[in-house]
């Protein structure tokens, strides 16, 4: 079973942040935290990971919470191009599996 | 993503048939997982290839095979067929250690 928490869905203005929140309340030390988003009809994308500290890539800010039991994917400026369903997922960093929960869809209106 | 390549993009199948699926490396990728996606859930995982030999497997049946090839690429065999097994099959490959996994398009495998 997935060990993360994401609501089923989201709306978001064109041009908004974009914040999309993830519960991973029994994450292990060793387990970095994944973001994923599958654009229909395509495989999943890879967009960020993070395992304690902040990060930011040129697609997106993830930030994880001190006590590391949740996060939230932030999409700075939200386009039209970014609806798509997003999957939080936690490995550990010698593992190759990746679990895929429901994810949360994620439509973004003008 | 880029660099990964699956064929055939679409394939058609009745049942009891057998199916061979592959996936061509993004360069440096030596560990290749197999996922398949029903419509409407997230993938799940099949099993996953490195130095060609299966080191984990997820809850699938035997009919579920793989190969991998000296050159990284990978084959997914489905025998027997089943309606159940119409779904996207994604191949994703990886450099290791806490690096990311890199997915292709998949093949989307219908079974009449």
């Known amino acids: 079973d997935a060990k993360t928490t994401q609501p089923p869905s989201m709306d978001c203005a064109e041009g908004r942040a974009a914040n999309l929140p993830c519960n991973h309340s029994?994450?292990?030390?060793?387990?970095?935290v994944y973001w994923y988003r599958q654009i229909h009809s395509q495989g999943p994308q890879y967009i960020i990971h993070?395992?304690?500290n902040n990060e930011t890539n040129e697609m997106a800010s993830l930030i994880i919470t001190e006590d590391r039991k949740s996060s939230t994917l932030i999409l700075p400026h939200a386009t039209l191009r970014d609806t798509a369903v997003y999957y939080c997922?936690?490995?550990?960093?010698?593992?190759?599996?990746?679990?895929f929960g429901q994810g949360t869809e994620l439509s973004v209106k003008p | 993503d880029a660099g990964v390549t699956q064929s055939p993009t679409h394939l058609i199948k009745t049942r009891g048939q057998q199916v061979t699926l592959r996936c061509s490396p993004k360069?440096?990728?030596?560990?290749v997982s197999w996922y398949q996606q029903a419509l409407g859930q997230g993938p799940q995982f099949i099993f996953q290839?490195?130095?060609?030999?299966?080191?984990q497997r997820g809850n699938f049946p035997d009919r579920f095979s793989g190969h991998q090839f000296p050159n990284y690429s990978s084959e997914l065999n489905v025998n027997a067929l089943l309606l159940g097994d119409s779904a996207l099959y994604l191949c994703?490959?990886?450099?290791?250690?806490?690096?990311?996994?890199?997915f292709g398009d998949g093949t989307r495998l219908s079974i009449l």
């Open positions: 994703a490959q990886w450099e290791g250690s806490n690096q990311p996994q890199h």
């Open positions: 290839y490195y130095e060609e030999e299966e080191r």
């Open positions: 993070g395992l304690k």
């Open positions: 997922i936690v490995r550990p960093w010698e593992g190759g599996k990746l679990i």
């Open positions: 029994t994450i292990s030390g060793n387990e970095y």
């Open positions: 360069s440096g990728h030596d560990t």
